[in-house]
């Protein structure tokens, strides 16, 4: 199996994917589809679907070069035509594994950057964690 079907079974797997049309819309309309993916020979309706999910948003939606066979494979189903990542790394991850990286140029920064921005409130909210539980320990040391 390919690197980038790869990771839709890792996101599958991790429950960061949402699979099928109607899971991805409601992804979509609450904003947590990150990257939503359309099999190549999708009809022209799931790929105006796919699209009408996404408009007015930041979401991205990409035809990617595999058959609904192919995804479907990946992720233990007979066929899959579209999916949604709800994860920014594994998005990222997955369209940098597609290996066309001046055709999804603009994609990839966008995933990029919300990538890094999650990595970073995370990072803070660690520290912020940590300073708390320092706080919490030297309060109780006062004898209060």
């Not at 007979?78 to 999916?83: D, G, I, M, R």
Request: hydrophobic residues 40%; proline residues 3%; charged residues 30%.
């Amino acid at each position: 199996m390919d690197k980038a079907l790869n990771y839709m079974a890792l996101a599958r797997k991790a429950g960061r994917i949402e699979l099928g049309e109607e899971p991805v819309g409601a992804a979509a309309r609450a904003q947590k589809a990150r990257l939503v993916v359309v099999a190549e020979d999708a009809t022209d309706h799931t790929w105006r679907r796919a699209k009408s999910f996404v408009s007015g948003s930041e979401q991205i939606c990409l035809k990617v070069p595999y058959s609904k066979d192919q995804l479907g494979q990946a992720i233990g189903r007979s066929q899959l035509a579209l999916a949604a990542f709800t994860d920014p790394a594994l998005a990222l991850a997955f369209v940098k594994a597609l290996g066309q990286p001046d055709r999804y140029k603009a994609e990839l920064e966008s995933l990029d950057k919300r990538a890094t921005r999650i990595r970073q409130r995370q990072q803070e909210a660690k520290a912020h964690e940590k300073n708390r539980a320092a706080g919490r320990k030297s309060a109780g040391k006062k004898g209060y």
